[in-house]
């Protein structure tokens, strides 16, 4: 856990205790964290040659990153082993693509005030989307 996590309060943004999340319980922190910039403003910063991250909370059941993307940014398809996750678009847009069995990638943009979960059994990627640089958490 980064020093930047222990010291900030994003452990009491509400959520279940002692168990892992469902991929809506997820999304609902995610907004919720969302609504709280205070929390994690000070730590968006954009590069153009990568993605910057940082870890804002982490414990048996929950680990949350703000992640900020700029053009060409990408995470590759890729799966989360046995987690599920979920992605709030705080600003600017990313696209995620997500494999089907039955025909191509399943594509969608997501825009600044939106989210989205996906289940561990998910294999997808995010790349950024638009002309702005955008962040995510």
């Known amino acids: ?6 010291l900030r309060p994003v ?3 509400p959520r279940p205790r ?28 954009h590069d153009t040659t990568q993605r910057l991250y940082e870890e ?18 990408d995470t590759g398809f890729h799966d989360h ?8 678009v705080v600003s600017g847009a990313v696209c995620e693509e997500r494999l089907a069995i039955d025909g191509p990638p399943r594509k969608r943009t997501s825009r600044a005030g939106e989210s989205f979960h996906f289940a561990a059994a998910d ?15």
Do not use: N, Y
């Open 1 to 6: 856990m980064s020093v930047q996590a222990t």
């Open 18 to 45: 002692g168990r892992d999340l469902s991929g809506p319980e997820l999304e609902e922190f995610v907004g919720e964290l969302a609504d709280r910039p205070e929390l994690w403003i000070d730590l968006v910063k």
């Open 11 to 13: 452990a009491d943004v």
């Open 56 to 73: 804002l909370i982490s414990d048996d059941h929950l680990t949350a990153w703000l992640i900020c993307w700029m053009d060409e940014h």
């Open 123 to 137: 294999i997808h990627r995010v790349s950024h989307a638009g002309s702005d640089p955008a962040v995510t958490l």
């Open 81 to 88: 082993d046995v987690s599920a996750g979920a992605v709030a």
